[in-house]
């Protein structure tokens, strides 16, 4: 077969063919399973909560000039990510039916959201049940989001794993797109109260799909099978030793654990701008909700497009590498959005963080599901959801630093801590490949 340096043109559009059919086939094969009532209820969920999250914090800079209330805002929505992604992993791995705990999860949000709404519509809201309601949607957003990602790999029942995975984020990922702008249309056009309705109204939608997918999934021959998977993994092993074993594969792979440290560092630091883009739109660009919508929009479906692009393969070679230089490219570009005046050069910029975001986040999803063993999945998606839970932290600390400096040298600065993140990131792996080398 030639290699990749001797193909001609001609070779190289018949192996990109031979690819894009190859997903086709795959994603054909799908149309029998569990996946589609997956995809549509992930899409819904998504869509809603993206809804909520624009239209709240842009209530938020409204309520006040404070950047640090906003950002007290958006650390209530995304501090129970800390507890209750770690606790969704557990509960799914050993005690649940992951099915249960996203229909759950989906019941809260759309009461959340529907609760809100009413409280809006007849102007009773306050700073604190702003808080309130972000805090109870973060909540079930964390179970959300832990349950539904550690459930893929058995909807996929032996499918392409990697190339699935890479698509499904993809196309979630789109709803990051579509819930901005539709929340910004609805903002400019309509009012809070009924973006908050049509939030709450496709939560519901989420949960009454998630119904019909657990009805239809096999959750009892599904907990037979990772019974027996635990079993014969600790029968070497005892049981009561199975937490410690957890930890020994973690640290034992290195490419998880890279993933993770990158992640733990750069996402929390650099995805502050998503939380500081209301304040950056209102008060230097001078901009209404249409354009702040726009701009995560944006950002959001450039990451989607980049997840589709790399669902065309099925395994990506070298993750590590590629996540260090996207980690790098995106604290550049970054820096850039921060300094950017004109509107098209903000959408550019916008869109370069989105690309670099969702190559990053598509190799290190599709390689939790295609890579981790089926009983550790729950509780390593669960631990990638304390680095979320992490945002929050960091969203505080950014919103004081935005009062005492400025927002442009709040984002700058996030940009930068990025790219020093990828750096480190560079030196650690040469130098561990270098370490196994000689050891070898």
Known sequence: ?????????????????????????????????EYPAYWLGGTLGHLGTRI???????????????AAWVALVGFLYGIPLLPCSPLAGWLGDKKMSRGTLLIGACVLGALVAGVYSWIVGNALETKF??????????ISFSFYGASRL????????????????????????MMGFFGPVIAGLLLTYYNYTVALAVSALTL?????????????LHQNDYRKKLDEKEHQFSSSVDRDKLSESFQKYLLGDKVVLLLLFMGLLSIPIGMTYLKMTPVFVDKVIKGGPDLYGNLIGIASAFAAISGLMLSFVSKV???????????????????????????????????LTGLFQG???????????????DMFRGRIIGSWGVVWG?????TIGAGYLTDIFSVVWVVAASGWFCVAVGLISAVWYVVNRTISSFAQ
């Open 1 to 33: 077969m030639l290699g990749h340096r001797d193909l001609g043109l001609g070779d190289k559009a018949l192996l990109v063919h031979h690819r894009f059919s190859g997903w086709l086939i795959d994603l054909k094969k799908l149309r029998h399973t």
């Open 52 to 66: 909520f999250v624009i239209t709240c914090l842009w209530q938020a800079v409204q309520m006040s000039e404070d």
């Open 129 to 138: 049940l702003l808080g309130a309601a972000n805090l109870f949607m973060g």
């Open 150 to 173: 550690a459930l893929l790999a058995t909807i996929l029942k032996g499918n392409n794993v990697f190339s699935i995975a890479s698509f499904d984020l993809s196309s979630t990922r």
């Open 204 to 216: 519901a939608g989420a949960g009454i799909t998630f119904v019909v997918l657990k009805t239809n």
């Open 317 to 351: 070679n070298k993750p590590s590498e590629k996540c260090i230089v996207a980690t790098v490219g995106f604290g550049l570009s970054l820096v850039l959005f921060a300094y950017t005046r004109s509107v098209v050069m903000l959408y550019l910029m916008a869109g």
């Open 359 to 373: 190559v990053f986040l598509t190799i290190m999803n599709a390689t939790y599901q295609s890579r981790v063993p």
């Open 390 to 394: 992490l945002l929050p932290v960091a």
